[in-house]
């Protein structure tokens, strides 16, 4: 396997996997996959076990460790991390008290999720404009007839159908015109959502080819569409709740303000690690548009009274 070599701390399995990220005499430092770097004495060294998973898997988690091992500065004792006031257990709490049916709850599907009413919040319908007007056999014909101002049309509705993208995405999105930047999002986007590769390599074109396009390339413009597209697995990256939830579940990242791969490996992870919690604390969210919308509800200004107000 190129790259670092992967371990899992056996009696700890729910740290996730860790690579070594340094090592004195008698001690080893590991970066775990839930965000910590954690010190094991020489007589644990036996508690972490290589393992070897699928070369993409392990290209991913690898990606996902170094880019942690970056912003942790665990040699650096007088490096503060984020002050929080609040737990992620905290955010469950005021969710359930302000929401007794969680994300059943009528006021909350009618928020969110009611596919009836196609308002802009109401993200299901655009899910379902994503998997039908973005299917490969839509698009696929629209390539081969070179129709790249169709092509981008079908794209951008999908995009603005929904509330994902703030006035100034929105903005750009509506400002593309010609057909050399149509012909570059339609193929791009086409690769992005059905392309062979693995979605890493897809997901580092289609920066490239937003950039080239002509647009600046923000977080939510760039992981809107894969995340309509499967919201079981992928996430629409909102900077600003993520950025505060990362502050209590992964303290030591420092969220780039330029979309990039690895940070967004980091942040998907951080999103269905929360779902996972949610589970658990039996407040089953759909998706991970759940999983986004919780974030979002419990960590803005005045959460508790804006959460009851739903």
């Given at each position: 396997m190129s790259g670092p070599q992967l371990f899992i701390h056996t009696s700890r399995p729910n740290w996730g996997r860790a690579i070594l990220a340094a090592e004195a005499d008698d001690r080893r430092h590991y970066q775990f996959e839930d965000g910590r770097v954690r010190t094991i004495a020489r007589d644990y060294y036996d508690l972490l076990q290589p393992i070897q998973p699928e070369e993409h898997v392990a290209k991913k988690a690898a990606r996902r460790l170094l880019t942690l091992l970056k912003h942790s500065d665990f040699d650096e004792p007088t490096t503060s991390t984020p002050t929080v006031s609040m737990t992620f257990g905290d955010q469950i709490a005021l969710f359930k008290a302000a929401l007794p049916d969680g994300f059943e709850a009528e006021s909350y599907k009618a928020a969110f999720r009611d596919s009836s009413r196609r308002k802009r919040a109401h993200v299901d319908?655009?899910?379902?404009?994503?998997?039908?007007?973005?299917?490969?056999?839509?698009?696929?014909?629209?390539?081969?007839?070179?129709?790249w101002k169709k092509g981008w049309k079908i794209i951008s509705d999908v995009l603005m159908g929904c509330?994902?993208?703030?006035?100034?995405?929105?903005?750009?999105?509506?400002?593309?015109?010609?057909?050399?930047?149509?012909?570059?999002?339609?193929?791009?986007?086409?690769?992005?959502?059905?392309?062979?590769?693995?979605?890493?390599?897809?997901?580092?074109?289609?920066?490239?080819?937003?950039?080239?396009?002509?647009?600046?390339?923000?977080?939510?413009?760039?992981?809107?569409?894969?995340?309509?597209?499967?919201?079981?697995?992928?996430?629409?990256?909102?900077?600003?709740?993520?950025?505060?939830?990362?502050?209590?579940?992964?303290?030591?990242?420092r969220m780039e303000m330029r979309p990039e791969l690895p940070t967004y490996e980091v942040l998907q992870m951080m999103a269905v690690n929360a779902r996972d919690q949610l589970v658990e604390a039996k407040v089953t969210p759909r998706d991970l548009f759940d999983v986004r919308n919780?974030?979002?509800?419990?960590?803005?200004?005045?959460?508790?009274?804006?959460?009851?107000a739903l």
């Open positions: 319908g655009s899910i379902e404009s994503c998997r039908e007007d973005l299917a490969p056999e839509k698009l696929d014909p629209i390539i081969e007839a070179k129709d509330d994902l993208l703030s006035s100034t995405e929105r903005k750009s999105v509506r400002a593309i015109e010609g057909d050399e930047a149509m012909e570059i999002l339609t193929v791009a986007t086409r690769d992005l959502l059905h392309g062979d590769e693995v979605f890493a390599e897809r997901f580092k074109r289609y920066l490239d080819k937003v950039e080239e396009a002509g647009i600046r390339a923000s977080w939510s413009l760039v992981t809107a569409l894969p995340a309509l597209h499967d919201p079981e697995v992928h996430v629409c990256i909102r900077a600003t709740a993520f950025r505060d939830q990362a502050k209590i579940l992964m303290p030591q990242l919780f974030m979002w509800l419990t960590l803005r200004k005045d959460a508790d009274r804006k959460l009851r």
